[in-house]
């Protein structure tokens, strides 16, 4: 859900948010893992797809977006109209996205960020914004990771030069025919 958040209330809003899934399981990962997406998303009625997305964007809004920020904001180069803009670039696709592909609470909080950059009034306040963003969004990551089939790549095997050159080889050999 949409609020009129000030940058104040949404650094509260994301730290009540991180206390609550530390150690308990965020409800729309509890969702995912048992086949509710709350959308369409997901090809021929599956959700496999949309978790593999989703633990993609997840981990890059973790790992690079949030960690690049936090650095950015730390040097004097890179000054708060400009720290605003990359944020609000650097997350335009997630924002329309993370909902839609079942993280439905973490897709609201990028929502409510996406419209509150404009309010943020200095570089600490943001450094603060862009910090507990990094810690929500790695915690995410965690719980997805924990729900991830991983199993499931033993049907995908590894092909060795050996089998990869007798599979070319046969497809060679089917296309001359």
Not at 9 to 36: A, R, T, V
Not at 159 to 167: D, H, V, W, Y
Request: hydrophobic share 40%; proline share 3%.
């Amino acid at each position: 859900m949409m609020y009129n958040y000030t940058v104040p209330q949404f650094i509260e809003y994301l730290e009540k948010q991180i206390n609550e899934i530390w150690l308990d399981e965020p409800h729309d990962i509890f969702c995912i893992k048992n086949g509710y997406l709350g959308s369409e998303a997901g090809c021929d009625g599956q959700f496999f797809s949309p978790l593999v997305m989703l633990s993609g964007e997840i981990r890059c809004l973790g790992t690079h977006i949030f960690a690049d920020l936090s650095v950015f904001c730390r040097q004097e180069q890179f000054t708060l109209d400009l720290l605003k803009i990359m944020l609000k670039r650097m997350i335009s696709t997630d924002v329309g996205v993370i909902g839609f592909f079942g993280l439905r609470s973490y897709g609201e909080t990028l929502k409510n960020l996406d419209a509150l950059i404009e309010k943020i009034e200095s570089k600490s306040q943001f450094e603060e914004l862009i910090d507990k963003m990094f810690t929500l969004t790695n915690r995410y990551q965690m719980w997805l990771h924990q729900i991830f089939p991983w199993g499931f790549g033993k049907f995908m095997p590894r092909r060795s030069p050996e089998q990869f050159a007798e599979i070319a080889a046969k497809l060679k050999n089917k296309a001359e025919t």
